[in-house]
């Protein structure tokens, strides 16, 4: 039997009408101790009930609350709204009177845990609905409503079952070799099979590093020498004067971040110390901090000053970004050109931050090398979290194993082995088998009350 968990689901503020939800087996119960209007032990499921919530004589507040009985609920338990007057006070209040009644204060995201737990969602479902409450753009809200409407879960358990119809054939021919009504499995039959589902996972791969940047956005980092401009271009990226800008090189030296939205993707934009060499401590460590940024950005914007000759050091920062996503941005071309860069550079755009002219030109060379508009297009059913993406290569691996197996003819019975191990991790990914501690870091992110 599971306790009976309270919280307020709706954020807590000045607002018309806050929330406050109770799940379990005693939720009913308790509500009816602390409310004033019909004998709600008595009331039918799915229905609501005007009536007002009592401390002992006192009144807290008028309310409505919403009966819904176990197994159609949120968490296929009893479940009771209480919809009081917004507010902090009587929102808390209410809150604490169900407290001492009996109910304990739910954790984040623990509605949610129960409905995985008994078996109304699964937990691809369970992670869209964190996602969706986490959306920025449009882009990842579509993508989240896919993954909780299980069509997500669909096609996964659609690629388990030709696993399972394969694993199967090969068990009859192992185990009863003398069936004349079973087909015997050879590799020439199970090859082109097995990389069919290989070509598919690889599909379903590709379109989950769509998913991971409709989801997370792009990390986008403004890196270069010192006053070349990386501050003038986030503040007019993101239309805020959010970083410093002064005409002393070296002037920022913390990371200042801004958020974006291109094409319906958001950029989370990072503006860095100037790199160059400084006895200056504290600049030093924001240079290193710009360093870092290198390796864990998705895009570089490597920023140069179109009035000032290419130093030494610009050149051999450029090349160690060679195997990166990097626009070269020149900068201040409204100044005049002394910069003599290297024609073999690709993705170079000139402009600068006194007209919108250069900057629209960066903005459009970002939706090009990450087709962003086409992302709009794709359809959003893809993984999109590092859990899923992480089970998918690995299930990917042994579907290679196999490929490689059969080319080496090795015996059938061997294969079975990589089929389950593959069939067995995409039962994980939409959490057949689970640990506890899995559960306990996906439902530590969700707010309370969900
Ligand atoms: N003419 C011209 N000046 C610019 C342009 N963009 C920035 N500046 C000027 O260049 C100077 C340095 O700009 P910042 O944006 O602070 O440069 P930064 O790269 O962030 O410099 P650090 O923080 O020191 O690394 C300021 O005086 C800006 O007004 C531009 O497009 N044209
Ligand atoms: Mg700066």
Known sequence: MNDTICTISTSLGVGAISIIRISGDDAIKIANEIFDGKDLNLCESHTIHYGFIKE???IIDEVLVSIMKAPKTYTKEDIVEINCHGGITTTNKILEILLSNGCRLAEPGEFTKRAFLNGRIDLIEAESIGDLINSETD??????INGLTGSLTEMIENFRKKLLEISANIEVNI???????AIEITNDILLPKILDLNCEMDKILKESKNGK??????NVALVGKPNVGKSSILNALINEEKAIVTNIAGTTRDVVEGKMILSGIVLNISDTAGIRETSNLVEQIGVNKSKELINTSDLIIFVLNNNDVITNEELEILDTLKNKNVIIYVNKDDLENKLNL??????????NTKTNNGLDKLKNKIIELFNLEKLETNNYNCLSNARQIALAERA???????????????EIDMLAIDIKECYDLLGELIGKTYKDELLDEIFKNFCLGK
Do not use: F
């Open 56 to 58: 002992k004589e006192n």
């Open 139 to 144: 882009k990842s809200r579509k993508m989240s």
């Open 175 to 181: 185990d009863y070799p003398e069936y004349d009504d």
């Open 213 to 218: 940047i409709i989801k997370n956005g792009l």
């Open 342 to 351: 290297d024609s073999s550079y690709e993705n170079v755009v000139y402009g």
């Open 396 to 410: 990917k691996k042994n579907l290679e194993n196999c490929i490689s197996s059969i080319k080496q003819g090795i």
